[in-house]
């Protein structure tokens, strides 16, 4: 069986070194809020192109408190792709801000710029773009938009650690940016882990004291905060993790330019990427015609697929309100998608196996 994605196998290679770590932070008696930390935090800054980062609980807490850090609440709205992952939503939500949905384009899966400027009001505070599957969105556009109306850009930058876009990082592009280190994740923990990356010093200095009780100063609090601290055991993880950051991404490059090339079947529609070098494909996403039928297929031919994802936020129950209007393409993309594996782990036999398996499904 190929399986979609094997974290064992993923985690192997660093195995020895995270062994290592975490004898050491073990055995240093301080888990929380310590040099592991700042260093991580020092380093994907510097990975990003940015001046700061704060590491936090997750990904959702990440978005979450940068909104909250823009006073962005109750009476606000923020822009946001209609299929994107339900977390770029809830964190909207959970700040009491209105999440205003656009569709994406069928071409990249990312927001349709186009579709943007018609849906912002005098509410509209921010536009949370999300570099869905490893892509990064069209910023020069969406920082356009963004400085033409004065309102934020926030990154969601979750599938996309060390994506670029005009030689600048995914991280850099936006105000702020909020990111991911589910296990899963291109830049995974061995747990749950989120940071965000920025320029703006106040923004920053905010964040830091939010994740932490809303405090600089031991038991002195400015802002009514939270506990969303990443732990020093994962920050010292990740800190061996980034190292081989670029290296799994340009894997992760090499197996989709072959995917690209070879998967020749008129029945299936292959991803769009023209700029190779700054996708760094999170997922590999197929569009065909019975999804399940291709499914079923792939499995009886021992490969896993999964897809991302089979119900879009407004056909969510807890989103019930964002049903009203319907959002065709949207539900279009999440009919018909599929992802095939696409990871390091994977061998040049298992590649084109997959390929083949692919090029001779009929439907
Ligand atoms: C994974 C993910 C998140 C949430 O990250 P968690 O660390 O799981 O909270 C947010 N947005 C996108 C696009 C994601 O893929």
Known sequence: MIKFLDLKVTNEKYKEELLKTFESVLDSGWYIMGNELLEFEKEFAQYCGTKYCVGVANGLEALSLILRAYDIGPGDEVIVP?????????????????????EPSLLTYNIDEEKIEEKITERTKAILVVHLYGKVANMDIINKIAKNNKIKVIEDGAQAHGAMFNNQKVGSLGDAAGFSFYPGKN???LGDGGAVTTNDAELFE????????GSSKKYENKLKGFNSRLDEMQAA????KLRGLDLENQKRQEIASYYLKEI????????????????????????VENRDDFQKYLLENKIETMIHYPIPPHKQLAYEELNKEEYKITEKIHKKIVSIPLNPNLSELEVSKI???INRYEK
Request: without cysteine; charged residues 15%; glycine residues 4%.
């Open 187 to 189: 830049l995974g923990a």
């Open 264 to 287: 020749k079947n008129a029945d299936i529609i292959v991803p769009i990427n023209k700029i190779e070098k700054e996708h760094v494909w999170h997922l590999f996403v197929l569009m």
């Open 237 to 240: 993880f990740l800190r061996i």
């Open 82 to 102: 209609a299929n994107t992952y339900i977390a770029s939503i809830l964190a909207i939500s959970q700040n009491g801000a209105k999440p205003i949905l656009v």
């Open 355 to 357: 390929v083949n398996v």
């Open 206 to 213: 905010k964040i830091k004291m939010l994740r932490n009780y």
